[in-house]
């Protein structure tokens, strides 16, 4: 488990909680609504399945930073570096949420940043300051 230890402690405690590590899911099956899913342990190649009444799809945590094309410098994580005024390493172009180094990784983190960024723009274009 990669989560931080609090929460994987609280998690193991949980006596209706099953933990399958190592196991991914390949398919979520069902006609009208999810019945099962099919997972693959990916330690032993062993595929199974297992019947369940919901999912909850938790993916979204990768940046999306292909389309920067190598054009702004990034962190060890692929986010983008950027000042405390949310400027990047190219001229005129500012980071804000959880594109961004040092992200909170929280929705109210980011809309502070859409703020920040604004305003950080607003001065970049009344005045030009732009780090060397
Ligand atoms: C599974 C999951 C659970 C989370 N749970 C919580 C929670 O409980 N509480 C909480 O506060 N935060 C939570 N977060 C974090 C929260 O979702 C983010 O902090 C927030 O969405 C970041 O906002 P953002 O605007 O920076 O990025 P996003 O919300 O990701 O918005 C970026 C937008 O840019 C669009 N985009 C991407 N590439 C391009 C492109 N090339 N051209 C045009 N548009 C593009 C995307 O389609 C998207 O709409 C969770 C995140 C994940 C992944």
């Not at 099956?29 to 190649?45: H, I, K, N, P």
């Not at 980071?95 to 920040?116: E, N, P």
Request: proline share 2%; glycine share 10%.
């Amino acid at each position: 488990m990669t989560a931080q230890a609090l929460w994987c402690k609280r998690i193991q405690a949980q006596a209706n909680i099953e933990l399958r590590c190592n196991t991914v899911v390949e398919e979520i099956l069902g006609e009208q609504e999810v019945s099962a899913v099919r997972t693959l342990d990916v330690a032993s190649g062993v595929r199974g399945e297992l019947a369940i009444d919901a999912v909850f799809v938790y993916i979204g945590l990768a940046p999306n930073i292909a389309f920067l094309d190598g054009q702004l410098a990034l962190d060890g994580q692929g986010r983008i570096l950027a000042d405390n005024r949310l400027r990047s390493s190219r001229r005129g172009v500012f980071a804000a949420g959880s594109i961004r180094t040092a992200t909170s990784g929280q929705a109210v983190g980011a809309a502070g940043d859409g703020a920040l960024a604004a305003l950080a723009a607003h001065e970049f274009l009344r005045d030009g300051d732009w780090p060397a």
